[in-house]
């Protein structure tokens, strides 16, 4: 067991940080090896077999690894967060607390909040608010269309250049296709990425869970699979009309998976997310109407869960991301077709997404690189790799361990998990930002003791 330390401590300035004896994986070089890491002024210096018996730096902070795995932070380039205006659901600092918690250390903002990420000041305040009170990066997405309403263009090259990383309607699908290849082209201008969700509103209608059989027999209204196949489509040939980076946000249908290989194949420049809900349970979990598996898009069809993990092993599928969506007992606890859809999951993504690697469905190289370096190439963010000269940010794991999450480990403002009591292997141990520590398991659990 690594030694515990106060898990908001920084290291001393300038002090150097060495982690010895360790699993080093870095999908970014395909480096899967025994080594160390070192690490200087929030950089890293050489990661790698190349570090072993060379000694520590004089003052350096030394930790022993052995037994645990080290992996570049996650990236994860879909989380919800209330600031502005929801604090009461999440805020910048809470969901970066339970980020770090979960071995993640950039997050990408939606801007589905109160008011609307839609211009620059905004942006700015949700920059300067996580510069001040946040552990991990904060990279805020900006809205597509003013207040989210589908129907006005926002100010693409201006929030560019104020520092967001992607534009995106969050939860909303915009409706107007001349609206949207107009976005496309500016965005294509801007080299801006689009980040779109594609759930038809009027197809799904009164659908509150997948179509098919199960609906049936809970009484419940199914949303159609065209709700999100249609949209997707259309996207996709406006992408390639317009030649723009395009980014499905969400799919969960094996013939999504087919329409975004299809669309690869054509030459368009179109990645795709799949949330790690969708990547670890189906419709059947709903049980007995349980609200926290409201979400949306629904979970599928054992069928489609397998055919996406498949597609996200075979590169079909680019990066997988955690829809962080918290929603408080209010709006969960009620009869699950008046529930708001929206799960959180930051401090459970690389735990569940483990279970694949665990059940050989994914490689642990694979399935690490849609969590770090892809997600970081895809949004242009100098982060998700060990790469000597980059930010020095980091998990240590151990693949090993088993553990009971339970409410009590949660660190996010609302509880609306859909992994409660959930057994899983494979737990963060620590997570560094920039070489600072920002998580440390041991010292949370002697706290708690």
């Not at 665990?358 to 849609?370: A, G, Y």
Request: glycine share 8%; with cysteine; aromatic share 4%.
């Amino acid at each position: 067991m690594i030694a515990s330390a106060n898990q908001n401590a920084p290291f001393e300035s300038g002090r150097p940080l060495l982690i010895e004896n360790v699993r080093v994986v870095d999908p970014a070089r395909n480096l899967d090896t025994h080594g160390a890491v070192l690490v200087a002024d929030g950089k890293i210096v050489a990661a790698g077999p190349e570090v072993l018996n060379q000694g520590a730096p004089d003052g350096a902070e030394r930790i022993d690894g052995k037994g645990l795995t080290l992996i570049p932070g996650l990236v994860d380039a879909r989380v919800f967060i209330g600031e502005p205006g929801g604090e009461h659901l999440e805020t910048i600092r809470t969901a970066s607390l339970a980020a770090a918690a979960g071995g993640v250390t950039s997050i990408v903002t939606m801007p589905d909040t109160h008011p609307v990420i839609d211009d620059v000041a905004i942006a700015e305040f949700v920059m300067r608010t996580a510069r001040d009170t946040a552990v991990v990066n904060v990279f805020p997405a900006a809205a597509m269309t003013r207040g989210l309403e589908g129907k006005e263009m926002t100010e693409i090259g201006l929030l560019k250049d104020a520092g967001v990383v992607a534009f995106t309607d969050g939860r909303h699908t915009i409706s107007d296709p001349a609206l949207l290849r107009r976005i496309m082209t500016y965005a294509r201008d801007h080299g801006a990425l689009v980040m779109h969700s594609t759930q038809d509103l009027q197809l799904t209608g009164r659908g509150v869970m997948n179509e098919g059989l199960f609906a049936s027999w809970l009484g419940l209204p199914g949303a159609p699979a065209e709700a999100e196949i249609i949209p997707l489509e259309r996207d996709l040939r406006l992408a390639g009309l317009t030649a723009c980076r395009y980014h499905a946000a969400e799919v969960s249908l094996a013939e999504s998976a087919d329409v975004v290989r299809a669309a690869k194949r054509r030459g368009v420049k179109a990645s795709a997310g799949v949330s790690i809900n969708h990547l670890s349970l189906n419709e059947n979990d709903i049980g007995e109407y349980r609200t926290y598996f409201r979400l949306s898009p629904p979970l599928r069809h054992e069928d489609d869960r397998m055919a996406i993990v498949e597609a996200l092993k075979d590169g079909t599928i680019d990066i997988v991301h955690s829809a962080h969506d918290p929603q408080d007992a209010d709006r969960k606890r009620r009869p699950f077709a008046e529930a708001e859809s929206g799960a959180i999951g930051l401090e459970t993504l690389l735990a569940a997404a483990l279970r694949l690697h665990f059940s050989n469905d994914v490689p642990l190289m694979r399935l690490i690189e849609t969590m770090t370096s892809a997600p970081a190439r895809l949004l242009g963010i100098d982060r998700g790799t060990l790469i000597a000269g980059r930010p020095a940010d980091f998990t240590l794991v151990d693949l090993d361990e088993p553990f009971l999450f339970d409410e009590t480990m949660i660190r996010s403002k609302s509880k609306n998990t859909v992994f409660e009591n959930a057994r899983f292997q494979g737990r963060v141990m620590q997570t560094f930002v920039a070489g600072r520590r920002v998580y440390d398991a041991a010292a949370t659990t002697e706290a708690e003791a």
